[in-house]
């Protein structure tokens, strides 16, 4: 598989020397000419000089064959930038990091549903340690077919949740109301600007995507490449 990263910060590389140990194929892209220098040497990856929010640095990245376009700058507005650009070029997956928590739902809205928050994981993966619980039980649940999926709900499909009208295959699990956890009856009227959390099996994404969509969706399949 393919990965280009936008930003050699240290996430970027830390992540990067791993894929590139189990055999994948990687692309740094930095604007700092000086980093890539440093870097070269000791990672044995691609770079490309350049700011990686511009659509014709991401186009030399080659979006056809590229499994996972993440974008990892210290600047969030440059990564939301970046993963929208490179939606649009037709990267496979978008990942993009922000560290403004508050930015989370303005990415929901603009389709960019791969989003990390490295300080709120981390501080609730150790919380969670200091209380004994084990971090990791919840990604062993979802698992098989099961996915997840989000969405910002419109003033449009504003309706109690019975009649949102999922498909088969699809259930809510729960919703947060500016930024308060909710576990919603059928009963329940959800609300414009409430986000909620559906698990579905694999297979009811794209009609989740076509139902609830608020950008264009990212493509899930991976390419073959020319020989």
Same mark, same amino acid.
């Given at each position: 598989?393919?990965?280009?990263?936008?930003?050699?910060?240290?996430?970027?590389?830390?992540s990067?020397?791993?894929?590139?140990?189990?055999?994948?194929?990687?692309?740094?892209?930095?604007? @700092?000419? =000086?980093? /890539?220098? *440093?870097?070269?040497? +000791?990672?044995?990856? !691609? $770079?490309?000089?350049?700011?990686?929010?511009r659509?014709?640095?991401?186009?030399?990245?080659?979006p056809?064959?590229?499994?996972f376009?993440f974008c990892?700058?210290?600047? @969030?507005? =440059?990564? /939301?930038? *970046?993963?929208?650009? +490179?939606?649009?070029? !037709? $990267?496979?997956?978008?990942?993009?990091?922000?560290?403004?928590?508050?930015?989370?739902?303005?990415?929901?809205?603009?389709?960019?549903?791969?989003?990390?928050?490295p300080?709120?994981?981390?501080?609730?993966?150790?919380?969670?340690?200091?209380?004994?619980?084990?971090?990791?039980?919840?990604?062993?649940?979802?698992?098989?077919?099961?996915?997840?999926?989000?969405?910002?709900?419109?003033?449009?499909?504003?309706?109690?949740?019975?009649?949102?009208?999922?498909?088969?295959?699809?259930?809510?699990?729960?919703?947060?109301?500016?930024?308060?956890?909710?576990?919603?009856?059928?009963?329940?009227a959800?609300r414009?600007?409430?986000?909620?959390?559906?698990?579905?099996?694999?297979?009811?994404l794209?009609?989740l995507?076509?139902?609830?969509?608020?950008?264009?969706p990212?493509?899930?399949?991976?390419?073959?490449?020319?020989?």
């Open positions: 598989m393919r990965a280009v990263f936008v930003g050699a910060s240290s996430l970027s590389v830390m990067a020397r791993l894929l590139v140990k189990r055999g994948h194929e990687v692309v740094i892209i930095e604007r @700092d000419k =000086a980093v /890539i220098d *440093a870097l070269t040497p +000791g990672l044995d990856c !691609g $770079f490309l000089h350049g700011d990686g929010a659509p014709g640095v991401l186009r030399e990245a080659d056809e064959h590229t499994d376009l990892l700058t210290g600047s @969030d507005q =440059a990564n /939301i930038i *970046a993963s929208l650009v +490179g939606r649009s070029l !037709g $990267f496979g997956s978008v990942v993009t990091k922000i560290d403004d928590p508050e930015l989370e739902h303005i990415c929901l809205e603009l389709g960019l549903r791969s989003t990390i928050i300080s709120r994981t981390i501080g609730r993966f150790l919380a969670d340690m200091f209380e004994g619980h084990d971090p990791l039980e919840v990604s062993a649940m979802i698992r098989g077919e099961a996915r997840v999926f989000s969405f910002v709900v419109q003033q449009a499909d504003a309706a109690p949740v019975a009649d949102i009208g999922l498909p088969s295959g699809a259930r809510i699990v729960c919703a947060y109301r500016d930024a308060k956890f909710l576990l919603p009856d059928p009963d329940t959800l414009a600007g409430d986000e909620v959390i559906v698990i579905a099996q694999r297979e009811q794209a009609a995507e076509e139902r609830f969509g608020q950008g264009k990212e493509k899930q399949a991976k390419r073959e490449r020319p020989k």
